[in-house]
């Protein structure tokens, strides 16, 4: 049977650059004869978590927004890659967010083990990335048995369509070898 794997992507971008990592990730993935289930945080009603850790106790979060069932999905996936436009060299306020309300996974029985980041940045510096990769392993940390299995960094990306053949192709490589 084949992995599952969840593509998460967080532009709210239309035609954005990570987007299209995400995408030829996920491409690349269903190539492989896995399965891919691909969710975009655009439209989303996300909401911040406050706190509160009743998730610990009940293994649910409260607040009721679509998180809840992306957080179903999560679960039973093997595998994610999670796709996000640099902002202020970190993740996404977007991506953040939703890590945040995650919180009811940790206590928790989960089946994914490897995690992807797909990045998209102006800066040409492929050190660009550095403080998403950061931002990821603080959430990786927690999660036992989990690990950073593989970075793409679409540097020198501004506007939309900007990001390049290669690191699509990078990307979809990627997604084959999950
Ligand atoms: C609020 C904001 C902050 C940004 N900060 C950075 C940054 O710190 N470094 C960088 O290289 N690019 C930065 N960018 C540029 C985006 O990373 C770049 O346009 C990227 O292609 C966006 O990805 P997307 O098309 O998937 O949304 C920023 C863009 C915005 C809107």
Redesign the pocket.
Known sequence: MGKKVLVVSS???N??????LAEAFASGVRESGNDVEFVSLKNKDIRFCTGCLTCQKTHKCPIPDDVSKIIDLMRVSDVLAF???????GI?GQLKTFLDRTNPIFSSKYNFRDIYLLG????ADEG?IDGAITALNGWISCFNGTKLKGVVC??G????G??SADKLKEAMDMGKSV
């Open positions: 532009t709210l971008r035609g954005g650059n990570s987007l299209a796709a996000t436009p640099v902002y202020f060299y996404s998209a940045a102006a800066d660009a679409g540097a990306a501004t506007d939309v900007e990001i």
